[in-house]
């Protein structure tokens, strides 16, 4: 009997997957636990469809992250640090900050868990923050930390 998999089953596959079962295991497993349906004509073309529009909102996220790259690699934001006597900053602008930052100056909402610091921010200067939008697709903005007065 051929199922349609609504879930992942380890030892049959993924979900969105056809597979061939017994039909008692069919039966008594899959179908009563809503692990998959029978594979009729109806059952096929709704995957088909399922599957179609999957690709298209994904398409769509991936022209959404483009966009905003473009529109992040324009942009420039600041952020002020305190400096003691010696020009020595004191703590460091964390990946929270950032997001904080590029909300209140850009109006543009960014998870802080999807700006990547390859090095702490721990002095005065230009840094280039990158952004992960997409996992296709990775922003750089550039940050200006200054002392603050």
């Given amino acids: 009997m051929k199922i349609i998999l609504l879930q992942d089953v380890k030892s049959l596959g993924k979900k969105g997957d056809i597979v061939e079962v ?11 636990k809503k692990l998959g349906v029978e594979a009729t004509p109806q059952n096929l073309n709704d995957l088909k469809l399922k599957n179609q529009n999957d690709e298209k909102i994904a398409a769509e996220n991936l022209a959404a992250a483009e966009q ?8 420039k934001i600041t952020c002020t640090m305190k400096v003691g006597a010696n020009g020595k900053t004191f703590g460091s602008v964390s ?34 923050i990158k952004i992960k939008l997409h996992p296709q697709v990775t922003a750089e903005l550039m940050l200006d930390v200054v002392e603050e007065k």
């Fill in 68 to 75: 905003l790259k473009a529109e992040l690699a324009e942009k």
């Fill in 22 to 32: 017994n039909q008692g295991y069919a039966r008594n497993m899959i179908l009563p």
């Fill in 95 to 128: 990946s929270k900050e950032i997001a904080e930052i590029i909300k209140k100056q850009l109006n543009i909402d960014i998870d802080k868990k999807k700006i990547i610091l390859d090095d702490p921010v721990k002095s005065i200067g230009g840094y280039n």
